[in-house]
């Protein structure tokens, strides 16, 4: 488990899949730039660079962030994206950290090098790869799980995630999709409970991977071990910027209209991949992916790829083998490319 090829694999994501030219069906990224009313801002921002972060800049950001989930400013922590907040896990000093698999691999690589023990819970793919909170370990003090799960598009009650919720353990929430299930049934963004922290992220929805910005929201007293050892002006004036107008009110619906389109192409595009013969679709999905098993996934992979398209290898993660391949969700025309390709491949035998 300590293995560096191990870790290789851990490290592998979707960006690596991808490739200049390609069909990108490897990246869960809804936009290929930020829309331009967020680049305005940001744009604006920049003067802001002419001084350090300062308590105003971080507070409006923590502020918009409050109002959106419902909470208080100081239950706000602003981060270089959700990968931070995994990054800063071992500063809450874990005896044993339980990582619900498949799901993003972060977490347990930042854990793993900073030495916390870590132990694998395994979600089953005859359970629909559901959240049992019986299954994790009494002794881990920290749980890390991601809801929606990437890769495995399911969208966990909340009512399960909280029955993980004990005196002295700290439950990590990756909510990095949840602003693409419509309204957002299951997210616990907005409940206040000492040990539950949930990370949120604004790369997906708004087109930001190249920024890193996020947040996480907890209590106060986590938030504050959580960030004791980060260096001073930990997020940019920009990062602060992007976190206070992604809270507004105006990209609240926008995002939720986005969520809505998602959520319709997801469905559109889960029902013609089933009907391809050779083709099992991971269900129910809610996020803006879908998990795919094919016989010689490696091989249809590459195949793919020869035709110009970037699908996400599943193999590296955690519970998934060669068969399993990950898609993003596109638009209606895009997605078709994705089906005839498969049905094409496929059909040959
Ligand atoms: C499930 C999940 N959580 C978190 C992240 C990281 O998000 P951020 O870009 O905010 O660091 C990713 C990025 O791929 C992800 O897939």
Known sequence: MTSGEDRELLRHHGDVDAGPGLLDFAVNVRLDRPPAWLRDRLAGAL???????????????????????????DEVLPLA????????LPSLRPRLAALVHPSFTEPELALRTADVEVTRVLLDADDGYRLRADAVPEQADLVVLGNPTNPTSVLHPAEEVRRLLRPGRVVVVDEAFADAVPAEPESLASTREPGLLVLRSLTKMWGLPGLRAGYALGAPDLLHRLSRHRPHWPVNALVLEAVAACCEPSALAESERAAAELDAHR???????????????????????????????EKVRAALRERGIAVRRGDTFPGLGPDHLRVAVRGAEQNSVLVEALRDLLGQG
Do not use: I, K, Q, T
């Not at 308590?55 to 962030?65: L, Q, T, V």
């Not at 013969?277 to 129910?284: K, M, Q, T, Y």
């Open 47 to 73: 003067d802001r660079l002419g001084h350090y972060p300062s308590a105003a800049d971080e507070g409006a950001a923590r502020a918009a962030a409050a109002a959106r989930h419902g909470r208080e400013a």
């Open 81 to 88: 994206g959700a990968a931070e907040g995994f990054a800063l």
């Open 267 to 297: 469905a559109a595009l889960a029902a013609d991949l089933a009907a391809v013969p050779g083709v099992g679709v991971a269900e129910p999905a809610r996020a803006p992916f879908l998990l795919l098993r094919v016989d010689d996934g």
